[in-house]
């Protein structure tokens, strides 16, 4: 596509629910990260991937936080037993590769646990 | 830890005028730089990137590196009320190293 996606745009969900966030990155890019980013805070790295592989998850807040991707296309952000300091806007962007290449953001999901 | 500080704002500034933003970072290994502009509600896009030291010009954007002082700028010449946003710098550390580090961005406000 032209651009990186991300589905859905908003979710409310309650308390304790599960959700599962979607990106599809640019095609051709290796590289791809989640990201998120609370009210007026900046932007807290949470998992990147290097094909379907994710060398480094240690920025996921718990293990109610997982992540997987098949090859290098779609990447899916499972949030289990979601709580309110879940809320925030959950980023995913893409790069050619993983090392000084600039990165592209997609849209955003806006994730509201009430 | 490492760390990319910048000052939040707001900066304000009129119409016309040069805004200036500035940018540190705390690891000296870092080889690339990027500035991002986010509107409020959207999601963050590039305005420039820059890999080594001195000037880059793009428009009316000039970014600035300093590695020796570990500062990055970004200059926004003429500024317009439309280049009021929260821009964010970033650092990559280069071969081999995947992680960006984000700053919390500096809102700047244009007055018309």
């Known amino acids: ?114 | 830890q490492k760390e990319v500080e910048q000052n939040s704002g707001p900066l304000s500034v009129p119409e016309g005028a040069i805004a200036s933003l500035n940018c540190t970072y705390s690891d000296r290994g870092s080889q690339s730089f990027f500035w991002y502009r986010q509107y409020s509600g959207k999601s963050p896009e590039l305005i420039m990137f820059i890999y080594s030291n001195g000037d880059k010009e793009d428009g009316r954007f000039t970014a600035q590196l300093n590695k020796a002082s570990q500062y990055v700028s970004l200059l926004i010449r003429d500024s317009q009320p439309s280049d009021s946003a929260t821009y964010l710098c970033a650092v990559n550390g280069g071969s081999g190293t995947y992680k960006y580090i984000f700053g919390t961005g500096t809102r700047l406000k244009v007055l018309a």
């Not at chain 1, 032209?2 to 990155?25: F, I, W």
């Not at chain 1, 998120?36 to 379907?52: A, S, T, V």
């Not at chain 1, 997982?66 to 296309?73: D, V």
Request: hydrophobic share 25%.
């Open chain 1, 1 to 114: 596509g032209a651009g990186v996606s991300q589905s859905p745009s908003n979710k409310v969900t309650e308390k304790g629910k599960d959700v599962e966030l979607r990106c599809d990155p640019i095609s051709g890019h290796t590289a791809l990260y989640w990201y998120r980013q609370r009210l007026g805070q900046g932007l807290e790295f949470l998992i990147y991937f290097q094909g379907n592989s994710a060398p480094d998850k240690s920025g996921l807040p718990s293990d109610r936080f997982s992540a997987e991707r098949t090859g290098e296309s779609v990447s899916t952000l499972t949030i289990q037993r979601t709580q309110q300091e879940d809320s925030a806007v959950y980023l995913c962007a893409s790069s050619r590769r993983t090392s000084g290449d600039t990165q592209y953001f997609g849209p955003g999901t806006r994730l509201t646990v009430l």
